[in-house]
């Protein structure tokens, strides 16, 4: 089955892949890696999922940010392949950033979110090694960013 067949058959609808709001680029190919910058927690209607997990949010919030994350990784991936997801080798990385209080300490159970759905979308081919981070504060208050890395065919 393709990646495209597997986000159909999950009910998937992937959001706009959005251009940078800063002085970087949203994707970046080396070689036969692909780099995806950051990507912030926005929720279905195009709104900001803002504050913090184990104060403002709990870990479900959080999973779903980091699902909602995720979505916009393949975004970038798609629009970085010219649509075609089938130059998708393998995703490499995440790495997961958890805007969270000082006590909170299940960074990997947010990002489990982001992790989940890049597996369901890409099979074996989307198992990838990662790190879950706490962090005071993330850009426009936003809960979770993730970032990744794959490798192309």
Known sequence: MSYEDKIKELKIKLPEAKPPVGNYVA???????????????????????????????????GYNAAKRCALSII??????????LSKVKSCIKLTGFVNSTDQFTDQPKVINGASDLIAEVFGESGMHTRAAVSTNSLPLGVSVEVDAIFELN
């Open 27 to 61: 994707t970046k190919i080396s070689g036969k890696m692909l780099f995806v910058s950051g990507q912030i927690s926005i929720d279905e209607s195009g709104q900001l999922i803002k504050g913090k997990v184990g104060k403002d949010l709990d870990v479900e919030t």
């Open 75 to 84: 975004a970038q991936v798609k629009k970085a392949c010219n649509d075609d």
